[in-house]
């Protein structure tokens, strides 16, 4: 199957809808982005004010009705967008595109789960298109070249994360036998999660060794955390150094949203629609 097969040309509307919603380069377009903004900033401290017992007791009812007004006019938002793109489903699955659902779900899902409107606070993150509103590219290049670092990173950091889950659970056995059920470590799970907090230098104190060598050994497991601590932030800055400064624009692709395009792009480096 082709990989255009999703692809539907847009009409004149459809591609002025685009500019407006998508896009920042424009006085409209940066009007809807800022209204949207502060939209997302009152929503989300009406969640905050809700969850209030003092307010939600004086102010119940006006406060889930403005929740239902911004839902429905994020939902509204959502299939807007949806419209106004040649790859509909491309935007659906990505980064935004899932945090713009996410935003509106609670809201639905709390007819039938008292409580999950709670969670609209994930409408915060939508925030981030801010970096496009107020065309900071400098900020966004910087974002740019940050999450190829990190993804260039992420076969250095699994096997990293495999080390220290192989470190933990046999510290976590050592200290089980060490310490035993006298002092707290009651299972071996239970100890690796003492393994864990101590690695990590968190040091909850709801368990810790009694002996002399228990302690002992966690002096050990405590200095070797500060060491692995650093190792990740050494790889992601390895690959950082090794990326070449590069300019983005604010412009997104009409036909599958994407955005990060170099500022004298012509064409979507990812589907290759014309920008």
């Known amino acids: 199957m082709s990989s255009r097969d999703d692809h539907r040309p847009l009409s004149p509307w459809q591609t002025r809808m685009h500019e407006v919603i998508f896009e920042a380069d424009t006085a409209p ?5 800022i209204l949207l903004i502060l ?12 969850s209030v017992t003092w307010f939600n007791e004086r102010y119940g009812t006006l406060l889930t009705s403005l929740e239902w007004a911004f839902t429905i006019l994020f939902t509204v938002e959502y299939g807007l967008r949806l419209s106004c793109v040649g790859r509909p489903m491309r935007y659906a699955t990505s980064f935004f595109g899932v945090v713009d659902l996410l935003a509106v779900i609670p809201t639905y899902l709390s ?3 008292a409580g999950s409107q709670y969670m609209l606070v994930i409408r915060i993150l939508r925030i981030l298109r801010i970096f496009r509103v107020l065309k900071l590219v400098n900020y966004l290049s910087e974002a740019a070249i940050l999450a190829r670092a990190l993804r260039d990173s992420r076969r250095k950091i699994t096997v990293f994360i495999f080390g220290v889950l192989t ?5 976590g ?6 310490e035993g059920k006298a002092s707290g470590f009651t299972s071996i799970p239970r100890s690796i999660y003492w393994a864990v907090v101590t690695m990590t230098t968190v040091g909850y104190g709801d368990i810790s060794p009694q ?16 060491s692995i601590i650093a190792v990740p932030t050494g790889i992601v800055t390895a690959q ?7 300019t983005v624009s604010t412009q ?20 290759g629609c014309a920008l």
């Open 167 to 171: 470190l933990v659970v046999i510290f």
């Open 240 to 246: 950082l150094l090794r990326r070449p400064n590069v």
């Open 111 to 113: 007819l039938v789960l």
């Open 29 to 33: 377009g940066k009007l809807f982005d």
């Open 173 to 178: 056995s050592l200290m089980y036998v060490i």
């Open 211 to 226: 002996t002399n060598l228990g302690q002992f050994f966690s002096a050990m497991v405590m200095i070797l955390g500060y």
């Open 39 to 50: 939209s997302i900033l009152a929503s989300v401290v009406v969640v905050m004010l809700d």
């Open 252 to 271: 997104a692709c009409p036909d599958c949203s994407a955005e990060g395009h170099d500022h004298d792009a012509k064409h979507c480096k990812h589907c």
